[in-house]
């Protein structure tokens, strides 16, 4: 059956997303294991990491919202627009006021465009930004669409800022950071990251790599798995009969007697003993329930 779950992992700073899934994947023996949301290499928090069946559940977890602590410094610009990259500005930040940055941060509140930074993983002709802006190629990225629900200064010391930012998928905190600057008028980058909510992992219940790393040499590391229905935390619940069960199984869609879908168009399908069998995706054309998703847990 292999391992099935996600886990809640706590990324270091200073090591990549992928090298996080490689090491869950040593410890665990499971080959199908991916991460649902990359980190930057400098950035930390919470990683969710699928394993086996759980890998296809990663993408209903990525529109869950997160949470970010970002540290940012005003006065320099950066061509990354964080710490690792070169300096392309400076300015003062001496005449910013606490109330003229709560006034700026007004303004990217709700569903706002941003362009991408240019050292990101955006694909540009088939070949990923970052790629072409360290061979020197200039690319023009196009805005994309992301909301932003809350933006809360924590601290202000000049020329540190501290905020609190929650927002949808394919939000660029750096992207913020280096936006913020522009609006101020005195240059600003990301100088710290922490991830410290993904739906419904928390950085306080999260799992760090040597944590695992004793876990798996004292037997396993199931203690810190969670099962796959957590992936779809705003999805309804049903309990499906023997026969419903069959149906699904063989891929057919069936009568749910519920003729709308919850807020995020799916439903959990779980066997009479309470194993996750499907993820049911509503079709408004027959008023039937899709099996998107079928387990065999």
């Known amino acids: 059956m292999g391992v099935n779950g996600l886990l809640n992992v706590n990324k270091p700073p200073g090591c990549t997303s ?16 991916g991460h649902a949301g990359t980190l930057d290499p400098a950035a930390s928090g919470v990683l969710p990491v699928c394993l086996g069946q759980a890998t296809r559940v990663a993408e209903y977890l990525l529109e869950c919202p997160k949470e970010y602590v970002a540290g940012i410094e005003l006065g320099i610009s950066t061509d990354t627009y964080d710490g690792e990259g070169r300096v392309t500005g400076r300015g003062s930040p001496h005449n910013i006021s606490l109330s003229s940055v709560e006034d700026a941060l007004q303004t990217f509140e709700g569903a706002i465009d941003q362009v991408p930074p240019a050292f990101s993983a955006v694909k540009v002709g088939g070949r990923k930004s970052y790629d072409l802006a360290r061979a020197g190629i200039q690319v023009e990225l196009q805005p994309r669409r992301v909301r932003i629900d809350s933006i809360e200064v924590m601290s202000f010391d000049l020329p540190y800022l501290k905020l609190r930012i929650s927002c949808s998928k394919g939000t660029y905190i750096r992207s913020l950071a280096n936006d913020l600057g522009q609006s101020l008028g005195c240059y600003a980058y990301l100088k710290d990251l922490v991830r410290t909510s993904y739906g419904p992992f928390k950085i306080d219940a999260a799992v760090t790599p040597d944590q695992l790393q004793k876990a798996a040499a004292e037997g396993g590391i199931d203690r810190w798995l969670y099962p796959l229905d957590c992936a779809l935390p705003g999805s309804d619940r049903v309990y ?25 168009g799916h439903r959990c399908a779980y066997t009479a003993d309470g194993r996750l069998l499907a993820v049911m995706k509503f079709v408004t054309e027959n008023g039937l329930w899709h099996p998107e998703k079928v387990f065999n847990l």
């Open 18 to 33: 992928f090298s996080i899934v490689a090491r869950v994947r040593r410890l665990s023996g499971e080959r199908r294991v």
């Open 240 to 264: 499906l009969e023997e026969s419903q069960a069959l149906s699904v199984k063989k891929g057919l869609d069936i009568p749910l007697g519920i003729q709308s879908p919850c807020s995020q």
